[in-house]
């Protein structure tokens, strides 16, 4: 360590080091609350880019570790869901440079569709998973997670929590590492040609790995023990320690950092020692079912603390047993589409016309509330568009004529471009429209750039997916862009006329997010001012 200190955010001090650490490449989508990793990793120097979404994310994050170079992979809770599918098989490869995959979960739901608990990849994928309670704990466990992944050639989960993401705290980072290996690739098929007769033997590899850390980290891994008086006994993980500590200072306190494989000995051995033992953690009983399955008399929280986070005073109440109603919380303004967005005009049209509208994931969300009320379904990122089919293959004419697919642009990048190629190749009857909501940017979680901007994370200029050309070279039979405050065409008209017909069409209202069309504005005209100093012929001497 050295003596700097420094007021850190969780995000922060991951994307701090990450740099350290010598990274080779950040990569992810954005989702609050993972997206400040990185964007602070690229201002600090680091290498990072925004992928069409975390499937692709940890693909590319693979390969450069397969290529030996360490690599971080970030995203939010629900984008782990997306990204399951390389996850599982990439726990059976060997992995040359270290790996680590960021999961920022969102207990409460401040800015999410669902309130899963991402403890239950590590065990299902048997993929170490590090846990920290503070932003100190996030940059030493960084630099763990990359030890641990290179020692076991295992990708290794960083399990984050809004409130250990967002909230500062004091660091004292250890300096950048002197150097890091240059990446190369060397051959490896058995470890990374995942056909059965290869997959096979990982398995078994793998849960060798498995054992092998849980001995490691019942010895010497990162656990945490408060004396106190013998007659309470708390497990804790994660923010939920610091709250415990705070609640229950009288009590001793075994916190663990490693939590999959966990180090069962050690809590044994410390639920031996004590006369009550309790369990605390945010979300499922996960820790809770572990201890029990191994045989320890272990206590957990009412079922009413399952849900939203918990805070010193919820764990006061859990540890009384008090289970009476908890204080409503005061209501706060609802949130709304800003005064001036183009989305406004849309959902406006889409009541007029008593639409039923498939929703989907971002800041047009909001249209599902008054004054529109315009929205009727939304599940998941690119679902609108499956969703919508789905229904007008179904319903009765004069009802599947009204569905609609709404979806916003980076959202349709993330994975709607798939439900597009299902409209196309299994259409309904009536045939469908797919209304994609362009606003230049990934407004939701911040406005961060997209495949569909034609700039990278830093705001340079990159290559543009056309949407309209996508739409026509995939086979849609009407394709429109119209502009959402355009006063000479009728969006009303055009929807009206799409609906009628049975066949597939696609609209694109295109019109900047107020908030970011200053900067669209200034980053379009950097790149203009650069490309015209590319291509300016050079001066000559006479």
Sequence with gaps: MTSERLLLSGDDAVALAALHAGVRLGTGYPGTPSTEILETFDQLGGRAQWSPNEKVALEVGMGTAFAGARTLVTMKHVGLNVAADP?????????????????????????????????????????????????????????????????????????????????????????????????????????????????????????????????????????????????????????????????????????????????????????????????????????????????????????????????????????????????????????????????????????????????????????VLPPFSAMDTCVCMGASIGVGLGMRHVLPEDQARRVVSVIGDSTFVHSGITGLAEMVYNPPATGHLVLILDNGTTAMTGQQEHPGTGRLLDHSPTGKISFEALAEAMGVQNVHVVSAQDKEQSLQDLIAGLLAKPETSLVVTRQPCVLAAPKIRFYEKAAAEQASETHCPAETAD
């Design 87 to 367: 996850l599982f098989t990439a726990a059976y490869t060997d992995i040359e440079g270290g790996l680590i995959i960021v999961s920022a979960d969102d207990p409460g739901m401040a800015s999410s569709q669902n309130e899963q608990d991402n403890r239950h990849y590590a065990q299902a994928a048997a993929l170490p998973m590090l846990e920290p309670i503070d932003s100190q704990q996030a940059y030493d466990f960084t630099w763990l997670g990359f030890e641990i992944s290179e020692r076991w050639k295992i990708p290794v989960i960083l399990r984050l929590t809004t409130r250990v993401c967002h909230s500062k705290t004091i660091v004292h980072p250890r300096g950048a590492a002197a150097e890091t290996p240059e990446p190369a690739f060397q051959r490896n098929i058995p470890s990374r040609v995942m056909i059965p007769a290869y997959a096979k033997p990982a398995h078994h590899r793998l849960r060798q790995k498995i054992a092998e850390i849980a001995a490691w980290n019942a010895a010497e891994g990162p656990i945490r023990l408060d004396e106190g008086s013998p007659a309470l006994g708390i497990v804790a993980t994660g923010i939920a320690a610091v709250h415990a500590r705070e609640a229950a200072p009288e009590a001793r306190q075994l916190t663990i950092g490693l939590t999959y494989p966990l180090p069962m000995e050690r809590i044994r051995a410390f639920a031996e020692g004590v006369e009550r033992l309790v369990v605390i953690e945010e979300g499922d009983p996960v820790l809770l079912d572990t201890l029990r399955a191994a045989g320890l008399p272990a206590e957990g929280k009412p079922e009413m603390y399952r849900f939203g986070e918990l805070n010193v005073a919820r764990v006061r109440r859990i540890l009384a047993g008090d289970v009476s109603p908890e204080p409503v919380p005061p209501k706060g303004k609802p949130p709304e589409l800003c005064q001036g967005c183009s989305h406004r005009s849309v959902f406006q049209v889409l009541k007029d016309l008593d639409c039923i509208v498939a929703g989907d994931i971002g800041c047009y969300t909001l249209g």
